[in-house]
């Protein structure tokens, strides 16, 4: 990991500790040998309040390039997520988190969980990433929903 | 617009509260004139109309700003508008001194003059017009705008004969006053007098100074190449404002007035701030040279100590504090070390250097202070004071660590054992967190750090006894926060205000630092002063026995570490960590006050706001607990007996409950059966020999209608009792059949009923009727095994298994299949997608199974087959069609060898072609499924699409059609068509011979086709067409080149790009690469940018 990426994480964590929105939780993951693993970090997006999505907490997994923050990391949701605008594989698909969209290296993990917990009540119509929600979204708005509602449960608080 | 009378109306009228006419159209009128040659002029009116009102001067002061952005070309204009500036800024400090507390409006005007001036002060000594100008009146530089404000105010107020013509600035004397004052010197004497004058031009001097500064730091931090202006700053105005500052904070002028009473003007900490806010951005600027703050660090800490509840209520001590607090968490180095170290003696009467020399009287101070602020309930006050010193004692956690934990420093052990000590009183602060006091919850951030520093420190470095000194320090810190994180504190916080959301929320977000701090401490504490310590807290008594009286705090204390010790041992494989069942099992009492704690959270009658958020949070921890010691339980029969009992009657009184507190009561059932899930899948072994009549006779009741369980609870259910039959194997497949057919019965009983039942009811029951399909299906998920599952007596009978499902002697499959033929054939339900989608479910949950592993639901390809070819025509084919496609392919994957050419060509026209002119070919959804299916079908079988009649009677013909198509997922899907078929693995050498003759023919139409495609397309969607094109030069090299020479003429006329095109793509490797060629091709035929 470069001595930015480095210093950057940990200006990251340092600010997340200090501030971060409610319902919310993101730390680095632990290496086998217990240290801390600051590429890598997992986090919980709570559904908003007054939507579908309230229910649950979503879990994150979010990987940081060694090229971070020129970079942006790659954020995950668990593989087969039900939501428009997530890959099969739980893979977000967010223009603030694509290195050829809109990442700037002044993006912080806060602003990146904002937004995540934006697009799930939000689903941006113009990046399809896996077909069954996308489909219901577009065509069956009451199947949709009740998938969605049944998933938050699954990812309950 | 004719006068200035009409412009004053207008003004008047835009800064009424309900202006008559149009906000926008004024705004703009007025623009126009701010704008235009006349702007200069109209300002020096509006400033100087005596019976004009403070918002009219302030929109003179704002015309002049505009004037500034827009009439700089000329030194002329420029000059025009600088004395305008300064004359009108002193006259009207002028008058605003003469009487502050009617005049107070008139301030909005001076800022705004003040801040003209500012960008005057940067555009003089910054801009290169200005300072390359040959004419020898030019000002080339402003060296102290305080200097000239101090001088022309002294003139102003001492010379009469200049005050009644002062804003003539043709004035040949004002003029030359002006030029005089520009550069002029003040001494520190006459600054010292001026300010001492009175507070009003003390006040007006620091104001100046402010907005200059922080306007500076707002053009800097727009990225202005700024630097001169820096080195004038530190030169000159950075001398006179520290100057001025130090006079105020050592209150020299408070003696010169014979003030005893202690007190500042807010004017001073605003302008100190922002001068510590500039000088911290300048200071990381290689091209300034550094500007030290440290005499005014020294003296505002100096001031500090003179506040005091009789002098000011530590009103002063409030807002150096702020100061303080700001640097702190900021850019702490910018206070010098010494500094910092008497900063250490005040906040914690201890210094980590040394112990002797220390002035303890100074922690005194901070004593009486925090005592002031406890005893008044001045929580905002504490919350800050906590924040400063947390983000103080941070500075120096590396230090801190160091000299605890390594031998790296020779220090004295003591000193640092000392410090601690008080850390850990600071953290110890004995009042409710969040609400009364913030230090317990601003320290977890340091002693997460010290933790992480301490087990980043190198072996070799550490003391022989770190450890020890590690253990001991960290088992405290953990002793202090589990009274701090107990659910009687937010139940304090919710009493004091169930309405304040936020302070509910700081208190949860409190106790998730908690959790993390203590996570990260494990990694130094271990089980063995971790987790075993939390293990007996909860159960080395038993908790039922307890005196009513205080009964409630201690189920508080067991919760709280409950929720602590969840969170470490949840990471672990309990059944596999014979250290925790030892343990577990020394502690008696553990899981039966787990289960305590469970029961009495459930029997909570939810009377008010706060105890139903109590309720959650207690069924929360203690559910969890019970689902993560599911491990455990697979060990100790009697406990896993216990927790399902408990378990089932939480839900029970879920159930019972009605709608009042339907929300508390949801959450809690969702997590109840969530615990009971976990536990039948992990304990599904135990809970087959003894329980499995129990969990069917508990399913049996909340499946009826009556039950008030949700949907979601009843499927979980389902599964989990799937878990426990799945695992009753070892009787032989008859009773395991028994098993499942009785639970098929119940579900298919309740289904029927509701089917047999009128119209209107069925409708009624539509959801009901979709739960119970649904928990046929989860039933069934249930009982296929994970992938690493293993089974002795499985394995053993797995022949008699697999006979037996063959022969369904309980006709379990066509029992089911009726019933799916039933709902299928039901207008009020197969019109719904949600039931088409459960029961291809259905259908297809064996589909993906071994063949050799038996499973209830295994139907065969022509019960599938009939299914899908009998209900296509009923069922809503734009929102159902999808689920019969995913079955579909399920069915070709599972069937590849048994299907035959005709099978499939029969089925894809029933499926699709019958339907494609109608309904997919206009659907880009349907479309993309339709072609992904055959894409599938190409990868697991081949032969049966290139033998298929469809394909070149279907197929073919619309995926050339497609691949000039406007839609992305149809581009998608139509040129990966095209490259898996020219590009497959799987192809035996009938199958290749067999594509090379198709492609052979169709080569050139495929050839122009994507061409044409990739012409028309748009630029996200060319890397679409990149694969099937190297695919085509790959496999057909030359009759490729052949095709592209005759397609691309008839595509566009620019021979001479085709040309270079297609000589580059012949000798082009790698997809990047042939990418760029395609893109230059396509930027180049459509004459658009490269970018």
């Not at chain 2, 070892?730 to 009923?753: A, T």
């Amino acid at each position: 990991m470069s001595s930015l990426c480095l210093q950057r994480l940990q200006e990251e964590r340092k600010k997340w500790r200090k501030d971060h929105p409610f319902g919310f939780f993101a730390k680095p993951t632990k290496k086998a040998d217990g240290t801390m693993n600051l590429q890598k970090w997992e986090a919980g997006i709570p559904g908003k309040e007054g939507t579908i999505w309230h229910e649950g907490v979503y879990p994150l997994t979010i990987e940081y390039p060694d090229e971070y923050p020129s970079k942006p990391p790659k954020v995950k949701l668990p593989s087969g997520f039900y939501h428009p605008n997530v890959y099969p594989s739980g893979t977000i698909c967010l223009s603030i988190l694509n290195e050829e969209q809109d990442w700037r290296p002044a993006i912080t993990l806060k602003q990146i969980c904002l937004g995540i917990q934006d697009l799930l009540d939000t689903p941006n119509p113009n990046s399809p990433a896996q077909e069954p929600a996308w489909r219901a979204f577009q065509k069956n708005k009451a199947d949709y929903e009740r998938k969605v509602v049944l998933q938050a449960k699954q990812y309950a608080k | 617009m004719s006068s200035i009378e009409e412009v004053v109306n207008l003004i008047e009228t835009l800064y009424s509260a309900n202006p008559a006419i149009d906000v926008n159209q004024i705004q703009q009128n007025l623009q126009a004139i701010q704008k235009s040659n006349d702007g200069i002029h109209l300002a020096n009116q509006l400033l100087t109309g005596a019976s004009y009102s403070n918002n009219v001067k302030y929109f003179g002061a704002l015309t002049l700003t505009v004037q500034l952005n827009l009439n700089v070309e000329s030194f002329e204009t420029f000059w025009r508008l600088f004395s305008s500036n300064l004359v009108h800024l002193i006259r009207l400090c002028g008058i605003y001194a003469s009487d502050t507390r009617s005049n107070a409006s008139l301030m909005i005007a001076i800022k705004k003059l003040m801040s003209n001036l500012s960008l005057i002060f940067i555009t003089i000594n910054e801009t290169e017009h200005v300072t390359e100008d040959n004419n020898t009146q030019v000002i080339k530089q402003w060296n102290n705008p305080i200097n000239t404000f101090i001088h022309l105010f002294s003139e102003y107020g001492s010379k009469q004969v200049l005050a009644n013509n002062w804003t003539n600035v043709d004035d040949p004397m004002m003029a030359q006053l002006l030029q005089q004052s520009i550069n002029c010197d003040v001494s520190y004497d006459n600054l010292l007098k001026f300010v001492a004058t009175s507070q009003t031009f003390n006040e007006l001097t620091l104001t100046f100074t402010e907005i200059i500064i922080e306007d500076l730091t707002k053009y800097q931090s727009k990225k202005h190449n700024v630097t001169r202006v820096h080195e004038m700053v530190h030169e000159r105005l950075y001398i006179s404002t520290m100057a001025l500052l130090n006079i105020n904070i050592t209150l020299e002028l408070n003696h010169i007035h014979n003030i005893t009473k202690l007190q500042l003007s807010d004017s001073v900490f605003k302008c100190t701030y922002a001068w510590i806010n500039y000088i911290s951005m300048t200071r990381h600027m290689s091209s300034v040279t550094s500007m030290s703050l440290s005499e005014i660090f020294q003296n505002l800490m100096n001031l500090m100590c003179q506040s005091s509840d009789q002098t000011d209520n530590f009103y002063i001590a409030e807002k150096v504090l702020s100061i303080f607090g700001n640097v702190f968490a900021n850019d702490p180095t910018m206070m010098s070390f010494d500094l910092r170290q008497q900063i250490e003696v005040i906040f914690l009467g201890i210094s980590r250097t040394s112990n002797t020399n220390v002035d303890t009287s100074k922690n005194a101070w901070m004593l009486q202070y925090m005592n002031y602020l406890v005893t008044n309930e001045m929580t905002e006050e504490l919350k800050e004071l906590a924040i400063c010193i947390v983000d103080y004692l941070q500075i120096s956690n590396l230090d801190v660590c160091n000299k605890l934990f390594s031998s790296v420093h020779s220090n004295d052990y003591n000193i640092s054992q000392e410090y601690i000590k008080v850390l850990l009183q600071m953290t110890n602060f004995p009042l409710t967190p969040v609400l009364q006091e913030f230090f317990s919850v601003r320290m977890v951030d340091f002693w997460a750090d010290l933790a992480d520093s301490y087990v980043n420190l190198p072996n070799e470095a550490l003391l022989p006894n770190s450890t020890q000194i590690g253990i001991d320090i960290f088992q405290q810190v953990i002793n202090i926060y589990l009274p701090k994180i107990s659910l009687q504190n937010k139940q304090k916080i919710i009493e004091e205000d169930a309405q304040d959301e936020s302070a509910i929320h700081e208190f949860d977000d409190f106790r998730s630092a908690v959790i993390e701090l203590s996570q990260n401490l494990w990694s130094i504490l271990g089980n063995e002063h971790l987790t075993n310590m939390l293990v007996g807290g909860i159960g080395s008594s038993d908790a039922s026995t307890l005196p009513e009286d205080g009964k409630m705090s201690v189920y508080y204390q067991i919760e709280a570490m409950s929720f602590i010790a969840d969170a470490l041992m949840s990471d672990m494989n309990l059944s596999e960590s014979p250290w925790i069942l030892n343990i577990l099992r020394k502690n008696p009492y553990f899981v039966r006050n787990i289960l305590l704690l469970f029961q009495i959270s459930i029997q909570m009658a939810v009377t008010s706001k706060a105890v139903s958020i109590l309720k959650i949070n207690m069924v929360r921890s203690s559910s969890k607990m019970i689902g993560t010691l599911a491990g455990y339980l697979t060990s100790n029969e009697a406990d896993l007996s216990q927790c399902i009992q408990t378990l089932f009657q939480g839900l029970e009184s879920c159930s019972a409950e009605l709608s009042a507190n339907k929300d508390v009561y949801d959450k809690v059932e969702i997590m109840i059966i969530k615990t009971i899930s976990i536990i039948c899948d992990t304990c599904r072994q135990q809970l087959s020999v003894q329980y499995l009549d129990h969990f069917i006779g508990v399913f049996s009741s909340l499946l009826q209608p009556t039950a008030t369980v949700s949907g979601f609870t009843r499927s979980t259910l389902a599964k989990s009792v799937g878990y426990i039959i799945e695992c009753r194997v070892q009787n032989g497949p008859e009773e395991q059949g028994k098993y499942i057919v009785q639970i098929l019965d119940m579900i298919e009983d309740l289904i029927d009923q509701c089917l047999d039942s009128p119209v209107n009811i069925q409708h009624e029951r539509k959801d009901y009727i979709l739960n119970l399909l649904n928990c046929i299906s989860e039933f069934g998920s249930a009982m296929i095994h994970d992938e690493d599952y293993e089974s002795t007596a499985l394995i053993q009978m797995l022949q008699q298994y697999h006979e037996f499902w063959q022969n369904d002697p309980f006709q379990c499959r066509v029992k089911l299949l009726n019933l799916i033929e039933r709902i299928l054939g039901s207008p009020v339900f197969n019109k719904d997608s949600s039931f088409v989608e459960v029961c291809c479910l259905i259908l297809g949950k064996a589909l993906t199974l071994p063949d050799d592993d038996p499973h209830f639901l295994r139907y065969s390809m022509s019960d599938i087959i009939n299914v899908m070819l009998k209900y296509v025509q009923v069922i809503e084919l734009s929102t159902s069609l999808p689920y019969f496609i995913y079955l579909l392919e399920r069915l070709v994957i599972q069937f590849k060898t048994q299907f035959s050419v005709e099978e499939f060509d029969y089925l894809f026209n029933e499926l699709f072609i019958k339907y494609y002119n109608a309904l997919i070919g206009r659907d880009p959804d349907l479309l993309q499924m339709m072609i992904n299916f055959v894409i599938t079908v190409l990868d697991k079988a081949p032969h049966l699409v290139l033998n298929s009649k469809c394909l070149p009677g279907f197929i073919i013909p619309q995926c050339l059609k497609l691949l000039p198509s406007n839609e992305k997922f149809t581009i998608v899907a139509v040129t990966k068509f095209w490259t898996k078929l020219i590009n497959n693995r799987k192809y035996s050498q009938a199958d290749l011979a067999n594509m090379q003759s198709l492609i052979m023919v169709q080569g050139q139409e495929l050839v122009y086709q994507t061409m044409y495609g990739l012409y028309h397309t748009q630029r996200s969607d060319l890397n679409s067409y990149t694969d099937l094109i190297r695919g085509l030069v790959a496999k057909f090299p030359m009759e490729t080149k052949e095709w592209l020479i005759s397609a691309l003429p008839q595509i566009c006329d620019k021979p001479t790009i085709h040309e270079k095109f297609v000589n580059r793509l012949f000798v082009t490797r790698g997809s990047r690469a042939a990418g760029n060629v395609i893109l230059t091709w396509w930027l180049e035929c459509t004459a658009l940018p490269s970018y």
